[in-house]
């Protein structure tokens, strides 16, 4: 078994913690294996992150044998995600004017299954099912909810990127403001 992952650090996460499973770092668009080497293609919750959806199943059409099978998961609505709709408030709270659309384009951004079934469809496939699930999430606490949807989305990649241009120490750069004088 082969798991890949864009982002390094989530292959070196996967890595650490499942033993016996080969991992890499792979573009969905451009995946490094050779044509038809696999039986079956899981994806889960990933395919909202692919810039070219239909490229990327394409391309695992094309690593899939004859026959093969190919699986993945999406999020439904964001209004029918408890969780994240908590998030979308407060987010709507804090940013009244320009709010940020994270949540409802990306992760949330495949929410029309009819759309979403196209999609494969037009790669090549044929769409045996999809089905709705709706289960109960659970974390631990709120803090660990707040903490994945920092480290888990590409939220991660912005933060990640303050510290790799600024580094791990004291950070001292230029900061620009206006100061305005008005007189009556």
Known sequence: ?????????????????????????ADAQRLPFPDERSDLV????????????????????????????????????????????????????????DLPR???????????RAVVAGEPTAAGFAVEYAQELTLEGRAASAADIAAGFLAGTPVRAAVEEVTARLGAGQVTAPMTAYVFRACA
Not at 102 to 112: F, K, M, N, Q, W
């Open 1 to 25: 078994m082969t798991a890949t992952d864009r982002n390094e650090a989530m292959v070196a996460f996967g890595s650490a913690r499942a033993s016996g499973t080969e991992w890499r770092q």
């Open 102 to 112: 994270l949540l409802p384009t990306v992760p949330h951004g495949c929410a029309d």
């Open 42 to 97: 899981v994806c889960q919750f990933g395919v909202m992150f692919v810039p070219h959806r239909v490229a990327a199943f394409a391309e695992v059409r094309r690593v899939l044998a004859p026959g093969g099978r190919f699986m993945f998961t999406t999020w439904g609505p964001l209004a029918t995600h408890a969780i994240a709709a908590v998030l979308q408030a407060g987010l709507e709270r804090a940013f009244p004017v």
